[in-house]
């Protein structure tokens, strides 16, 4: 029974093939005496409460509920009907009488709530180790901290113990606690997943996380979970298509080499340079970004404004029974008290600053890459500094959600040392599908198991997009492709890559003179007397295409192209008028392969002059 696994995906076929439902609650009960850590849950459901949930499931139908007998846990400041939340502060407890909004969406899609994990208390600190029950222990090396606020879900977790877990993400507990337990940990655009019936920490920018076994269970979950929730203000829509292809070429900016800070910590530093060839190797283009406004940025999380507001969520408590709380919590909350309101004003103007300042740089790559954390620490080094090792953690992750910005941590290897390495793919708001696709693909490529199970990476399945049917396909041949200067108008528009393909053998493709942005022109010939031509297939909603074809400059228009897949689709070609000191370049195969391999050369003066 113990060697049931725990990734959806597997979980699903062992039920497809018959095994019981019954069988996988013994399985999380045997697994949670097994991990013998009283840390990991602060409650947990009973067995016989399990049981008659499961029941009342009805037969295995995973696509009426796509989390079908999936067992979950939920961090301790997020509410279950009949579980007490305590924010890991036995004082503060209350019973809340219903789920919190995303629990009860993951309920109807058929997840069982197995219980309720520890965290660092009222979901401050990095670290895992500032609750009054006992530290969770790292998954991976016992020495370590779990990482936190969201210790117990992610150790439960990469246990497998569950097969996903919820924690919350204001500085990083959704991100911090993956990447010390070989995990993933999905912390979706502020405001994608419901905040209704949380204990806040920072209003304005927390949001519920996934920790999962692969990114694509992280995604499936966070798919499920998604809506806009009228009971909290600061929900809001947010897509969330299905996974499909990423575009070919990504640009990736990561730190600058004079910006990366990790502390001394040389296997960090390592294995971080190793997950950047990986992304080379997988056709990203990295650059180098200055990050000095970024630290500057993730600064500001613990001074002025955001302080005071996680005084503001716990004031009347803190003021009753401040004693109750953990110490260093106490600390860091009651600084509050010192503040002025100019001071968080202050802060605000500060962020805005930041915001103006970093909005170009943030939309000028796909998306960005960077070390989860930049060391490890042992729970010895922690206890003994614990202000300075907290926020040391928090190099990567503090400046994310104050930018509005996704980000997605994966597991990329081992270091020199065998401890974990993990990397985070940050993106702007709205870009969750993006980063998932591409860290879906680095976790592939890293060889690991799964968290601390020994379970080994499920087979990667090619994936097909489910496209709205009132989409139109758009195929783009030149500066419009992914990695290409104007692809980013399309993304802007939000088309969404479909597929790589090929025209028939009808076409020429020629580099045009005259253009500010060096573009090809693709000229229809006689059947069978062109070549065929790479191109990529978009797709944007109807109102979008008609934007985009009315903003396109002669001599381009649109017209019919006809693909090698027998298919065809309105795309670029070039007015015969457009091909004065045009460069026939058809026997390149692609804008894409003239590039790289004349880097536009070939083009005449002129071209490049204007």
Not at 552 to 579: H, N, R, W
Request: charged content about 20%; overall charge negative.
């Amino acid at each position: 029974m113990n060697d049931i696994r725990f990734d959806i995906g597997s979980l699903h076929a062992a039920y497809a093939s018959g095994m019981s439902v019954t069988a996988v609650i013994e399985t999380v009960f045997q697994r949670i005496a097994e991990a013998d850590d009283p840390g990991i849950f602060i409650h947990l459901a009973s067995k016989a409460e399990m049981l008659a949930e499961a029941e009342a499931l009805g037969g295995f139908d995973p696509v009426a509920k796509p989390l079908w007998g999936v067992p979950f846990a939920v961090k301790d400041n997020i509410d279950v009907a009949g579980m007490p939340t305590t924010a890991a502060c036995a004082e503060y407890a209350y019973l809340p009488a219903k789920d919190a909004t995303v629990v009860a969406r993951l309920r109807a899609a058929g997840a069982l709530v197995v219980g309720k994990t520890n965290l660092d208390q009222f979901a401050t600190g990095l670290v895992g180790v500032r609750t009054p029950w006992p530290i969770p222990k790292n998954a991976i090396d016992p020495k370590l901290v779990p990482g936190g606020s969201s210790s117990g879900s992610a150790v439960a977790t990469a246990r497998g113990i569950v097969s996903f877990a919820l924690g919350t993400d204001t500085a990083g507990s959704g991100r911090i606690p993956a990447g010390l337990n070989n995990i993933v940990g999905l912390k979706p655009t502020v405001g994608a997943l419901s905040a209704a019936g949380v204990v806040p920490a920072c209003r304005t920018l927390d949001c519920v996380s996934v920790f999962a076994l692969t990114v694509d269970d992280a995604y499936g979950v966070f798919r499920a979970a998604a809506a806009k929730d009228d009971a909290d203000p600061y929900s809001r829509s947010i897509a969330a298509p299905s996974l499909g292809p990423r575009p070919p070429v990504l640009s990736v900016g990561v730190p600058a080499k004079t910006d990366r800070e990790f502390f001394g910590d040389a296997a960090m530093q390592a294995g971080f340079e190793t997950a950047l060839r990986t992304l080379e190797q997988l056709g990203c283009r990295l650059i180098e970004i200055p990050f000095g406004d970024f630290y500057a940025t993730a600064n500001l999380l613990y001074e002025g404004a955001w302080v005071a507001e996680r005084y503001a969520a716990i004031a009347d408590f803190m003021e009753a029974s401040e004693a109750a709380m953990h110490p260093v919590t106490r600390t860091i909350i009651g600084g509050a008290r010192k503040l002025s309101a100019a001071e968080a004003f202050n802060g605000l103007y500060a962020l805005q600053a930041y915001k103006a300042r970093l909005a170009p740089v943030i939309a000028s790559v796909d998306l960005f890459c960077v070390p989860t954390a930049p060391t490890h620490y042992t729970i010895g080094a922690v206890l003994a500094d614990p202000i300075v090792t907290n926020s040391r953690l928090g190099t990567y992750t503090n400046f994310v959600n104050l930018l509005d910005m996704c980000g997605i941590a994966v597991p990329t290897g081992k270091r020199d040392d065998g401890l974990p390495m993990s990397v985070t793919l940050l993106a702007a708001a709205g870009k969750d599908a993006l980063t998932a696709s591409l860290a879906g693909e680095l976790h592939a490529t890293s060889g690991l198991g799964l968290g601390a199970t020994g379970w080994a990476m499920p087979a990667n399945v090619a994936k097909t997009p489910d496209f709205d049917d009132e989409t139109i396909e758009l195929v783009v041949v030149g500066a419009h492709l992914s990695g290409m200067p104007l692809n980013g108008q399309l993304c802007a528009l939000g088309a969404r890559l479909s597929r790589a393909a090929r025209t028939v053998a009808s076409y020429q493709l020629y580099a045009l003179a005259g253009q500010s942005v060096p573009k090809p022109g693709l000229v229809r010939v006689a059947d069978g007397s062109g070549k065929s031509i790479d191109i990529e297939v978009w797709r944007l909603s109807a109102d979008a295409f008609g934007r985009f074809v009315a903003a396109i400059p002669p001599p381009l228009g649109i017209g019919t192209i006809e693909l090698d897949d027998g298919t065809s689709a309105k795309g670029f070609l070039v007015e015969t008028a457009g091909l004065a000191q045009a460069i026939d370049i058809s026997a390149y195969g692609g804008w894409r392969s003239f590039i790289a391999k004349a880097g536009g050369e070939r083009q005449r003066p002129e071209a490049d002059s204007t």
